[in-house]
């Protein structure tokens, strides 16, 4: 062997990475939303942003900042109401509606510690008093799974007595907030499926309010409110056919469309309609 290649052999791995070596997560960021209402406290709320994240959790999006300003206008969606908001990022409209004077706002994203310890940073940042005092919970949430978790916050364990009937959760979410997840159409379902088991039906409202962020999808965006507007069908008694064999029906959720909002696109380098990509929509939904 010549004396480079013993050289090689014996120091040419020597500051190779190792193979388990994976970089370092970009840094946090932050982000100031300032309210569009002059006369509202805080004026602004300072929100850290996870460095990266493969579910979005990076970046502010526009439906949020729309949907915040737009609850500024509307507090009788608020003030006094419970509210759950699912993949709340950021959590900026959650904390938009606690300030606003809900008495209860459940704040969950995917269980993903790096997601779900930054919203807890954010609550306690943002609304110390109001976290501490269990106002504001923060919880990792999978759609479309049980919802008995959270409904527990708005119906704490009772003393059983001889007239317990069952355990069933009495009170359901007054407001239940989704800021631009319509992206994830696999999760269409899912999504309403938790909102149907946690709204309040009658008074309770589901807000929707999101961009076409690939507007050749927009139609596949728009096809959560066709399920969501279907009327329910429930399977023949005895019926053991999978879901992928069976008519599955909606969700029996009436639908209404509130606001449509220019703003900025959020990737001006994106590809598509920058008019489509710019565009937020804003929708309400609830049950009779």
């Known amino acids: 062997m010549s004396d480079s290649d013993s050289s090689e052999g014996e120091m040419g791995d020597m500051f190779a990475l ?14 100031v939303f300032t309210r569009a209402s002059k006369d509202k406290q805080p004026q602004e709320i300072k929100l850290r942003l996870v460095g990266s994240h493969p579910l979005w959790g990076h970046h502010l999006w526009n439906a949020a900042k729309v949907f915040a300003n737009w609850m500024d206008n509307h507090p009788e969606h608020s003030l006094g109401k419970t509210v759950l908001e ?23 994203d995917y269980p ?14 943002v609304l110390p008093k109001l976290t501490e005092d269990g106002v504001v919970i923060v919880q990792g949430y999978l759609w479309g799974s049980n919802t008995r978790p959270l409904l527990a916050h708005l119906n704490p364990p009772q003393p ?28 269409h379902r899912s999504m309403l499926k938790s909102c149907k088991e946690t709204l309040k039906p009658g008074t309770g409202r589901v807000f929707v309010f999101f961009t076409h962020h690939r507007p050749w999808l927009a139609d596949a965006d728009n096809k959560f409110f066709e399920i969501a507007a279907a009327p329910v069908i429930e399977p023949p008694e005895g019926d053991e056919s ?34 489509v990509r710019a565009t937020v929509h ?7």
């Not at 388990?20 to 960021?29: G, R």
């Not at 509606?97 to 008495?103: D, L, M």
């Not at 804003?282 to 009779?288: D, F, N, R």
């Open 18 to 31: 190792p193979k388990e070596y994976s970089p370092p997560p970009p840094e946090p960021t932050y982000e």
């Open 86 to 108: 699912l993949g709340a990022g950021a959590a900026l409209p959650s904390f938009v509606a606690a300030v606003n004077g809900a008495t209860k706002v459940v704040v969950t």
């Open 112 to 125: 993903d510690n790096d997601l779900i310890s930054n919203i807890q940073y954010n609550a306690e940042q």
């Open 160 to 187: 059983s007595t001889d007239n317990s009937s069952n355990s069933t959760p009495k009170q359901l979410f007054d407001t239940i907030i989704l800021s631009d997840l319509l992206f994830n159409h696999t999760q």
């Open 242 to 275: 999978s879901d992928d064999e069976r008519d599955l029906g909606g969700f029996g959720f009436k639908v209404e469309k509130v606001l449509e909002e220019k703003m900025t696109p959020m990737f001006l380098e994106d590809p598509g309609s920058e008019e």
């Open 282 to 288: 804003g929708y309400i939904m609830w049950l009779e």
